[in-house]
């Protein structure tokens, strides 16, 4: 038996106005509020993957439907890998209410590192790897101490990094490119999984996988659902409930068909669904996530709960360092070399990836998933003018125009929900 609630602006005597109470409004009304509803408070996550399926269908057209061919979409997932990675961990410290100026340089600081252990001094690269993490958490640890245990603004710190790391890279590689590296250091950004069964025209093993996170997608939806229903919340229709599970299936299954159509799924792939998973549970449902939305929304409340703002600030930083440093081992995977020009403007592309995928600038506002989402708004921008002919410069206009349409977005939004 759910709670029961009382009016307080009103006295047990009082009578009702105006007349009769208006008959119950009718189904159909109904269930367009709820939607109306429910656009308004996903306003920014729903407008994007609009937006990006428009982008799709543009370029599917415009480029004789080679945007969506399956070499090409396993290109658009090795291409932007790096800067999908670096859009999670960006997300994140705008939601905390921070920028972070020099993950750029970082990455390239790491993939020049791991360079000159391999190539240089023989160490395995499973080694490599491991020390090249642990210079991401160092160096996120630095600058987290500055920012959070100094008070230091993270924007003065983190410009500051960017100029120590871009000058370390310099220091280890000069001019010179360093590699190749090892084959198993290559196959973090290049490899693809095994083929297993009997021979047939698909990857047999993306298949099955396509077929597990379908169902994991569906048992997700399933999940929430009840969930909602259990805390009394308002909960989408059915027959729309079972529409928008129909989408999500031949959304799961098309993109699965298409991967394991060519090579199946490349290892990067993997990583990143990795982060998306683990980094979406920690931000929804782990205390430290509630946390940093907190201190994004409301500093000064935050630490009146008990929020530890310094902690968490901290903790934050030494993610991204660590998430730069993976996105600069990917990135130096892909190129088989370690090279001095690496990281240049990663840091633009990542804000950029973040602000276009939900987050704001007040923080406490974001999701790991809109993160993914803008960094796609901007790789399939980057693939699809390229397939087309339009000149870099021309798709830095385009790609500023679209940025400032976002951040613009969630400023009007903003002024029309608090009016």
């Avoid at 009304?29 to 937006?51: E, F, K, P, V, W």
């Avoid at 980094?279 to 935050?302: D, E, I, K």
């Avoid at 939900?358 to 699809?384: C, D, E, P, Q, R």
Wanted: aromatic share 8%; glycine share 12%; hydrophobic share 50%.
């Amino acid at each position: 038996m759910g709670p029961v609630t009382t009016d307080l602006s009103k006295s047990p005597g009082d009578k009702p106005q105006g007349g009769p109470p208006p008959p119950d409004r009718p189904r159909s009304s109904a269930t367009r509020d709820l939607l109306m509803d429910a656009a308004r408070r996903n306003m920014r996550q729903y407008g994007m993957l609009i937006a990006l399926a428009l982008i799709v269908v543009l370029f599917q057209i415009w480029t004789d439907g080679v945007l969506l061919k399956p070499n090409n979409v396993t290109n658009l997932v090795l291409q932007n890998s790096y800067i999908l990675v670096l859009g999670i961990g960006m997300m994140i410290v705008i939601i905390a209410g921070h920028i972070d100026l020099s993950v750029g340089s970082l990455a390239a600081f790491v993939s020049a590192a791991c360079a000159v252990m391999m190539v240089e001094h023989d160490i395995p690269w499973v080694l490599a790897l491991v020390l090249g993490l642990a210079i991401g958490a160092v160096a996120g640890a630095w600058q987290g101490f500055w920012i959070a245990y100094v008070g230091i603004p993270s924007f003065i710190v983190t410009l500051a990094g960017m100029l120590l790391f871009r000058g370390g890279t310099q220091i280890f590689l000069g001019s010179r490119s360093l590699g190749p590296f090892p084959e198993g250091f290559q196959k973090i950004s290049t490899g693809y999984l095994p083929e297993i069964g009997p021979a047939t025209n698909y990857h047999n093993l993306t298949l099955l996988l396509g077929l597990a996170l379908l169902a994991f997608a569906l048992l997700q939806e399933v999940r929430d659902r009840r969930r909602q229903k259990e805390y009394e919340l308002e909960v989408l229709p059915r027959n729309l409930f079972l529409t928008k599970c129909v989408a999500l299936a031949a959304a799961v299954l098309a993109f699965t068909m298409t991967l394991a159509s060519y090579r199946g799924v490349p290892v990067v792939l993997l990583l990143l669904a990795a982060l998306l998973i683990g980094f979406g549970y920690v931000m929804r449902n782990a205390v430290v996530g509630r946390h940093v939305y907190a201190l994004g929304g409301n500093r000064a409340a935050a630490k009146l709960s008990g929020v530890k703002d310094r902690r968490v600030t901290f903790l934050v930083f030494v993610n991204m360092g660590v998430l730069a440093a993976l996105a600069g081992i990917v990135y130096a995977a892909r190129l088989n070399a370690g090279v001095p020009q690496a990281g240049v403007n990663f840091e633009l592309e990542a804000i950029a990836a973040a602000f276009i995928g939900g987050a704001s600038m007040s923080g406490g506002v974001g999701t790991v998933f809109g993160a993914i989402i803008g960094g796609l708004v901007l790789g399939v921008l980057n693939n699809g003018m390229s397939l087309v002919g339009i000149g870099t410069d021309y798709q830095q206009v385009i790609k500023g125009l679209v940025l400032l349409a976002a951040v613009g977005f969630d400023v009007w939004n903003k002024r029309r929900v608090g009016s």
